[in-house]
């Protein structure tokens, strides 16, 4: 076990063994079986590309031994920041034969984020594309190997000074690693809520047990045609059932441009999509545009919608609309999942965020004090299960805190649960913004707003907003000379801050509103900002 993880007790991995849970499948054993099962079948399609199961098993163990010349190895962290695109696969399944662990960046992320995952995760790896939505990520890559010379940066495209992905491919060697079920396979990252997000270790048997579940609920097999949307690093679309659950039932996988309607619906058309996953604004954009466009949407089946609260009202329209299934999708990349079944009632699939996806998932909704609330009232969501966490990657003290002693993960979300046992989200007790499925850990930005010298003191709370749901507002008390609030942004900007976490708005004060205890009271700061959004009240 790669060191800083916490595993399962020996009972609790007993136990997910002895149901059936955990079948000690690796993603090696996964791709190679169904590449011998069904090698001429199409696995991902991307543009006028399609990738057989052979072909990406192929080309996963040329590319393999390519890396492992270069020196990677078993249990080393390679940090991965790749768009939605055929390569991301095979650098994926490349690093699992080698048994090294990719650590998932996403392509909005910076050099803020993108050094300390290299840092923190102790990366010999970044593999980058040369440039993606009008950003040239070999400038992330000349920062982060200012701070480790011995960084091996590896680019798609053109590679300028570094190593060109595509000269990898070589002829496979037979001494690849000895990969176990148990193993971590990746880090996975959490939305965070304190200070820098916090990596999440995933091993083989917990992700694929997630991953069949999930394939078996939405009804992913041969047939199905999964279009990725949502950058493909995040857990959401990794996983639920998304690409991964989507090869792992032999199914066929589009990747997607963009995710506007019009990068997508031409796709649906063309090539007979029947399952896509959205975010709540996304949604909103494809169903304000159906009636504009003119395309064949018949073969979407189910349209997932997740990672943010979904309005009822919202909900209620997706049928009519697109005439397929929605799905609510609940979920966290430390683990648990919770869907509404896709033959549920339809006030069930509109009104809650699904219930739990394995019979193994406990589940607590607890008080202040950690005792169970009454059924029907809201508490803390805390969590324990095959596939949840038992704790982050290099993070004893924090984990103290984000885990119970009995090693329930407490997910920093209110909930509340219908009779039948579906959740409904209520709210949030973590210090996060959640914008649109883009998580913002507030004590981050925070921290780099106190970085500028006329800031004397900050706090960011999310705002609400029609489109997305939340947005950010940073209320800052500045020294003598105040900066404006574009010198503010500019300054995050240049700290490398991924954009989504620079504040949608700065709002000046000369105090703060004070809880009982003397702390900064963020749900005082919520209501002035939505009271003035609401012009009930005039700031200076
Ligand atoms: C309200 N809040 C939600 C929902 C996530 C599937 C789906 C989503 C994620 C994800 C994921 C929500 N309604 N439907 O990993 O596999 C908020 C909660 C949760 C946090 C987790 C998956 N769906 N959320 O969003 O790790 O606050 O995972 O704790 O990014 O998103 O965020 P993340």
Known sequence: MLTGCSSWPKDYADLYKREGCWKGETFVEMLRDRAEKQGDRIAITSGDRNVSYAELDNKAGRLAAGLQELGIKQMDRVVVQLPNVIEFFEVCFALFRLGALPVFALPSHRSSEINYFCEFA?????????????????????????????????????????????????????????????????????GGSTGLSKLIPRTHDDYIYSLRVSAEICQIDKDSVYLAVLPIAHNYPLSSPGILGTLYAGGRVVLSPGPSPDDAFPLIEKQGVTITALVPPLALRWLDAISTRDYDLSSLQVLQVGGAKFSAEAARRVYPAFGCKLQQVF???????????????????????????????????????????????????????????RGYYKAEEHNAKAFTEEGFYRTGDLVSMTANGYIVVEGRDKDQINRGGEKIAAEEVENHLLAHEAVHDVAIVSMSDDYLGERSCAFVISRQKAPTAKELKQFLKERGLAAFKIPDRIEFTDSFPKTPLGKVSKKALRQIISDKLNNRITLK
Do not use: C, W
């Open 122 to 190: 102790e990366a010999v790896a970044y593999i980058i594309p040369d440039k993606h939505a009008g950003f040239d990520h070999r400038t992330l890559a000349r920062g982060a190997k200012d701070k480790n010379e011995k960084l091996n940066v590896i680019v798609t495209g053109d590679a300028e000074e570094f190593v060109n992905l595509a000269d990898l491919y070589i002829d496979p060697k037979k001494n690849e690693a000895k990969v176990a079920s148990s193993d971590i396979a990746f880090l996975q990252l959490s």
């Open 331 to 389: 979920g966290m990349a430390e683990g648990l999942v919770n869907y509404t079944r896709l033959n549920d009632p339809e006030e069930i699939i509109i009104n809650t965020q699904g219930r739990p996806m394995s019979k193994y998932d406990e589940i607590r909704i607890v008080d202040e004090e950690d005792r169970d609330v009454e059924q029907g009232e809201v508490g803390h969501l805390l969590t324990r299960g095959p596939y949840t966490i």
